[in-house]
T-cell receptor
Framework: DAGITQSPRHKVTETGTPVTLRCHQT?????MYWYRQDPGHGLRLIHY???????DKGEVSDGYSVSRSKTEDFLLTLESATSSQTSVYFC??????????FGDGTRLSIL | GDSVTQMEGPVTLSEEAFLTINCTYT??????LFWYVQYPGEGLQLLLK?????DKGSNKGFEATYRKETTSFHLEKGSVQVSDSAVYFC??????????FGAGTRLFVKA
């Protein structure tokens, strides 16, 4: 399995609090991605990175920010969590023209 | 834009039945095509891939053939097992590094 670790695996927090999810890879892949998965919506891309300090928005980026200060780490931050951001979040990694490999996900509940 | 359409589920089969999950993609260029599988509580795992027309990807008894003429990449397995119960996602490469996913098809296999 590709070396991808997401942390935390589960989190419960309150509306209005900041939340940061971490994705760590040991594969030295250039590209990293954050998705959310919700019933009826499939997988939706939030943000992606194509190198250190190089990031761009996906289709559902409102309310989320990301940072990539090292090749191996990609952080997703919810500045002020809302109940609509309750979801399962997946990190993925890839090299160019190669399939993505996924982490095991973070289940986030915002009350 | 690029898209992937796969048959809606759920699909319910008895053990040892033949499985087909249909998938079609938009034909911009000749993208690499993938099938992923997601077991409960886990991330997506790459099941098989095909990178050019007429390629056949195969793994764990599953097969899919890249059909340029019909822009299709249908997933098949000759004899399903209870352990194959999962959600299956068809996907295509887009823009050199992004992946466009279908909505997913849930498969239930009864003993």
């Amino acid at each position: 399995d590709a070396g991808i670790t997401q942390s935390p695996r589960h989190k419960v927090t309150e509306t209005g609090t900041p939340v940061t999810l971490r994705c760590h890879q040991t594969e030295n892949h250039r590209y990293m991605y954050w998705y959310r998965q919700d019933p009826g919506h499939g997988l939706r891309l939030i943000h992606y990175s194509y190198g250190v300090k190089d990031t761009d928005k996906g289709e559902v980026s409102d309310g989320y920010s990301v940072s990539r200060s090292k090749t191996e780490d990609f952080l997703l931050t919810l500045e002020s969590a809302t109940s609509s951001q309750t979801s399962v979040y997946f990190c993925a990694i890839s090299d160019r023209a190669q399939p993505q490999h996924f982490g095991d996900g973070t289940r986030l509940s915002i009350l | 834009g690029d898209s992937v359409t796969q048959m809606e589920g759920p699909v319910t089969l008895s053990e040892e039945a033949f499985l087909t999950i249909n998938c079609t993609y938009t034909a911009t260029g000749y993208p690499s095509l993938f099938w992923y599988v997601q077991y409960p509580g886990e991330g997506l795992q790459l099941l098989l891939k095909a990178t050019k027309a007429d390629d056949k990807g195969s793994n764990k008894g599953f097969e899919a053939t890249y059909r340029k003429e019909t822009t299709s990449f249908h997933l098949e397995k000759g004899s399903v097992q209870v352990s194959d119960s999962a959600v299956y996602f068809c996907a295509r490469l887009s823009g050199g590094f992004k992946t466009i996913f279908g909505a997913g098809t849930r498969l239930f296999v009864k003993a």
